[in-house]
């Protein structure tokens, strides 16, 4: 195989300030600093890539959470999640751009425009979805050319005025800080699709996310780039020893979701959980799970469908085997950045690192390498 051909994937963990999942309610202080440093250390030691910090209206700050986790790491990399419209993109641009000089270059953006309304409402926010797209599209421009501009500039659009923006503050890496963006709608899809460097997806079965990668490449082509996004899609794994083993914990964990009417919100807050999910993303999830329970080789939507799919909520169950095999579907059709996280989320993570980690870069070096002498005779 040559080197145009080799295939390679971004493994993504999350973390949060304290010990809690849709199993497991709340423990310890909203922002337990010795909780961080061992999520944190859980995930480099298992050899993930980068980690997000998700963001809500009633959690700790992300680049706060992000600038601690990277002042108690080496390696691993913080993708921070975004909300455009509540920090001016210059001062946004800046903040990111500090944490990148702090953590030596491992800082992502992970934009999000927000997909329910009651939610953006408690951060001050009143804007229709739809205006939220277009003011995200505008909010990208001024914060990607911020990072790059290579002399001062004005903007001066329907969401944002600026002059004489000149930042002497600029990334560590080159070009620019990679951007990452969530969304399941058509919005979402034209926005991210001009935008992204990496576009994101919750975990549905293959056929409909081939559609949505098709979708967002599409796109792509429309906004004038010559090359897609890569692609994100984020499931949570319940890994055992056997097949057997493996669905006793996965209904196990089902009946502790449903003995908790939902959980707890995991690492979003449980002010995600207000009634029907009104985002394209929750409500495909949702679907999914209406149409059956088990799809493609492993892929299980009963957790997403008793927790309201409030964000990424899809297992994947099976052995470690099973589960890597599952992981290399979704490389087969065009991802290229798996994001998971377990119910039990830092026992998870360790065994992610030594259980299913190597087993699908293993496989993917496999492929990568040339043949061997002779092999073709």
């Known amino acids: 195989m040559t080197e145009e051909n080799t295939v390679s994937v971004e493994f993504i963990g999350m973390i949060g300030t304290q010990h809690v999942s849709e199993i497991h309610p709340p423990t310890g202080p909203a922002v337990d600093p010795a909780f961080v440093r061992h999520f944190v250390a859980a995930h480099e030691e298992a050899g993930f890539d980068r980690v997000l910090v998700g963001h809500s209206s009633s959690t700790a700050d992300g680049l706060q959470v992000a600038a601690y986790g990277a ?14 419209g509540f920090m001016a993109p ?7 751009a500090t944490l990148d000089h702090f953590s030596s270059g491992r800082v992502a953006m992970h934009v999000i425009s927000g997909g329910n309304d009651a939610e953006q409402r408690r951060d001050g926010d009143h804007l229709d979805k739809e205006a ?33 923006v000149d930042a002497a503050v600029r990334p560590v890496q080159n070009p620019r800080i990679p951007v990452y963006f969530g969304g399941s709608s058509a919005a979402a899809y034209r ?15 293959l056929a409909e996310t081939a559609e949505q990668i098709a ?4 796109a792509a082509v429309a906004a004038g780039r010559a090359a897609p996004p890569g692609i994100s899609v984020s499931f949570r794994p319940i890994l055992g020893a056997t097949e057997e083993k493996a669905w006793e914990r996965a209904h196990r964990v089902l009946d502790r979701i449903v003995a908790a009417k939902g959980g707890a919100g995991s690492f979003t807050g449980k002010k995600m959980h207000s009634g029907p999910p009104p985002n394209v993303g929750s409500q495909r999830l949702l679907a999914a799970a209406e149409r059956g329970e088990l799809h493609d080789r492993a892929l ?12 990424n909520s899809t297992a ?28 039990d989320p830092l026992d998870d993570a360790a065994d992610y690192g030594r259980e299913l980690l190597p087993l699908v870069r293993g496989e993917l070096a496999r492929r990568s390498a040339p043949e061997p002498a002779g092999a073709r005779a």
């Open 191 to 205: 926005v991210g699709g001009r935008h992204a460097d990496v576009f994101a997806l919750w975990g549905e079965p």
């Open 132 to 164: 939220r797209y277009a003011r995200t599209d505008e909010y990208l421009e001024v914060v990607k050319r911020t990072w790059t501009a290579e002399a001062p500039f004005d903007h001066d659009g329907t969401y944002y005025r600026v002059q004489d």
């Open 300 to 311: 299980w939507t009963p957790t997403a469908a008793a927790s309201g799919a409030a964000g």
């Open 215 to 218: 979708a967002v490449r599409e």
């Open 316 to 343: 994947l169950v099976g052995t470690p085997e099973t589960v890597a095999a599952a992981l290399l579907d979704y490389v087969d059709i065009g991802v290229t950045t798996l994001l998971i996280r377990g119910y």
């Open 90 to 96: 210059t001062l946004a641009a800046r903040a990111y």
């Open 71 to 84: 002042a108690h790491s080496d390696r691993l990399g913080f993708l921070v999640a975004h909300r455009p």
